[in-house]
Antibody, heavy 123, light 108 residues
Framework: QVQLQESGPGLVKPSQTLSLTCTVS??????????WSWIRQPAGKGLEWIGR???????NYNPSLKSRVSISVDTSKNQFSLKLSSVTAADTAVYYC???????????????WGQGTLVTVSS | EIVLTQSPGTLSLSPGDGATLSCRAS???????LAWYQQKPGQAPRLLIY???SRATGIPDRFSGSGSGTDFTLTISGLEPEDFAVYYC?????????FGQGTKVEIK
């Protein structure tokens, strides 16, 4: 079955750049059927979609984060990555990667999700 | 940005009860472009419903979704012990995709 796994530092200093990678197994990013997304969730709070990437490298970002976020893809490793610059304590959250949406039917549903990784912004 | 408001914030119910969760959008969006997710403590969300009313693979038929326009509903008929969790709605009809703040279904 399709599985996604986030990896990266769990602690980032304020003003630095948060970097995470999502490794996909059981599906091929280069297959072209899906977008691949990042979503985050501060502790005890709701979910925020960060952005998505397609196999071509085309991206869409949430305007609330657009000036600080970059998502890239490495189809040779079947991975996609997130960079969030100039982080503050407000960026402390569990970060999830997920498959979604569906490129062909324009569906933006997320399925499946990675298990999530906690990133804490602190000096 | 479309704001999704879920109600109630918390539902206190007993196993076997039915649950009705509401999700209201601040404006209309592309027809039926709404999903529901279930999240248990320490776990990632799980897709339950997409297209407002289609069940995802492996989801029991006690979960059903309905609605259109700006008002959507998730119904759980006969709560099982494993259904006590937080439920989120999400719209993907208008960018940026957004989530509701969640409804917690807790054991009474």
């Amino acid at each position: 079955q399709v599985q996604l796994q986030e990896s990266g530092p769990g602690l980032v200093k304020p003003s630095q750049t948060l970097s995470l990678t999502c490794t996909v197994s059981g599906d091929s990013i280069s297959g072209g059927r899906y977008y691949w997304s990042w979503i985050r969730q501060p502790a005890g709070k709701g979910l925020e979609w960060i952005g998505r990437i397609y196999t071509s490298g085309s991206t869409n970002y949430n305007p609330s984060l657009k000036s600080r976020v970059s998502i890239s893809v490495d189809t040779s490793k079947n991975q996609f990555s997130l960079k969030l610059s100039s982080v503050t304590a407000a960026d402390t959250a569990v970060y999830y990667c997920a498959r979604g949406g569906d490129y062909f039917d324009s569906s933006g549903r997320f399925d499946p999700w990675g298990q999530g990784t906690l990133v804490t912004v602190s000096s | 940005e479309i704001v999704l408001t879920q109600s109630p914030g918390t539902l206190s119910l007993s196993p076997g009860d039915g649950a009705t969760l509401s999700c209201r959008a601040s404006q209309t969006f592309s027809s039926g472009q709404l999903a529901w997710y279930q999240q248990k403590p320490g776990q990632a969300p799980r897709l339950l419903i997409y297209g407002a009313s289609s069940r995802a693979t492996g989801i029991p038929d006690r979960f059903s979704g309905s609605g259109s326009g700006t008002d959507f509903t998730l119904t759980i008929s006969g709560l099982e012990p494993e259904d006590f969790a937080v439920y989120y709605c999400q719209q993907y009809g208008s960018s940026p995709w957004t989530f509701g703040q969640g409804t917690k279904v807790e054991i009474k």
